[in-house]
């Protein structure tokens, strides 16, 4: 099984998947990243001490320096035959490029100081090149649970499906889900994420969400939205919500849960984990000749840009081209929903479906 994971440092973001290249511009001396420049800490009769130096007031000298020993730099390597990029500018995220066979990602940072995206991409899962395992992940109060569930819903489905469920893939996902959300739970940590997620398994799409992230799937040029999102407005999660003992008031325009998350679905958000709940809702449908592609994809694009406009975007980097350019159209549907004023953070993946069918 080979894994991809936008997360630096990562035990699933491994070679040969990336190689990464430095950001640029660098940040601005002085601003909010780095503070002002000072003179040396080594005052002049500190100096004295270091080997070479001579006194100003004593004449000119030349310096002597020892040659530095030598580096050992470790080169992540990247087959061309993969044909996969990565930008990804230290352990600030600010723009991930990944295009592989089968599928292609593109984020990009908004106006936080932190990218909150996150994606998941699994092929050859239990050896077999036909089943995958393809995420994006919306964090929200920080990157954390994005980060988690990322790492680690994948294996906690797969997990599932071989301790009984092989036959019920569905409630494989459904435990996955949670036995991840119980599990970033124990880290005490803050934040939660929000979801969408394809397992393609034995020739069948298994669309699975929390939250706002969505699945449109292009079937013969028509989308057909596989996710519902999840928020507190939404009719049966208001009664669900209000069953709970909890509220959903409307602030600024938008509808909140206890006043406060936009979402009523999510991993993590302990705080209000008695009316959040992270069970996903799966759409199961068999893949057939006209299903062409998957968009999944933050709110940051499904904000600016509409189902069926995604769709028509991304079909004519296909349908009459010499090559698909799957990676150039998760661009421009970044570049239009950024274009239209999306200050969110985007993250779109393109999965093309006849690739995964036996």
């Not at 000119?60 to 061309?80: C, D, Y």
């Not at 239990?126 to 109060?141: M, R, T």
């Not at 928020?231 to 009664?239: G, I």
């Not at 062409?292 to 840009?305: H, T």
């Amino acid at each position: 099984m080979s894994c991809a994971v936008a997360v630096p440092n990562s035990p699933i973001f491994s070679p040969p998947a990336f190689y990464c290249k430095s950001p640029s511009p660098a940040p601005m001396i002085g601003g909010p990243d780095l503070p002002p420049p000072t003179q040396s800490p080594l005052a002049p009769k500190a100096m004295k001490n270091v080997r070479g130096y001579r006194d100003p007031s004593a004449g000119a000298t030349l310096l002597k320096r020892k040659r530095p020993g030598r580096l050992e730099i470790p080169v992540m390597s990247a087959s061309p035959a993969m044909n996969s990029r990565v930008k990804t500018p230290g352990l600030d995220l600010q723009e991930v490029e990944v295009e592989q066979e089968g599928y292609s990602v593109y984020c990009k940072r908004g106006k936080r100081s932190v990218m909150e995206d996150r994606y998941s991409a699994s092929v050859d899962l239990d050896g077999d090149s036909k089943h995958a395992f393809f995420g994006v992940f919306d964090g929200h109060g920080g990157a954390k649970a994005a980060d988690f569930a990322a790492e680690n819903l994948c294996k906690n489905i797969l997990a599932e499906v071989s301790s009984g469920y092989e036959e019920d893939v569905e409630m494989a996902i459904n435990n996955g889900y949670i036995n991840t959300d119980k599990e970033f739970l124990k880290e005490g940590a803050a934040g939660g994420a929000c979801c969408v997620t394809a397992l393609i398994w034995k020739d069948n799409l298994l669309v699975s969400n929390l939250g706002d992230c969505r699945a449109v799937m292009s079937r013969g040029g028509r989308a057909e939205t596989l996710t519902s999102d999840h928020h507190p407005s939404r009719k049966d999660e208001n009664e669900r919500i209000q069953a709970l003992g909890g509220y959903v008031d409307c602030f600024h325009g938008v509808w909140r849960l206890q006043g406060s998350l936009a979402v009523s679905r999510a991993i993590g958000d302990q705080h209000l984990k008695k009316w959040v709940t992270a069970e996903p809702e799966t759409t199961v449908l068999n893949i057939k000749p006209d299903c062409e592609f998957l968009i999944l994809a933050s709110d940051g694009l499904w904000e600016k840009v509409t189902d069926q406009e995604a769709v028509d975007i991304v079909r004519a980097f296909f349908i009459g081209a010499d090559k698909p350019k799957p990676f150039s159209a998760c661009k421009k549907l970044a570049d239009l929903s950024i274009g239209r004023g999306s200050v969110d953070d985007i993250s779109v993946m393109i999965v093309q479906l006849s690739h995964f069918v036996s």
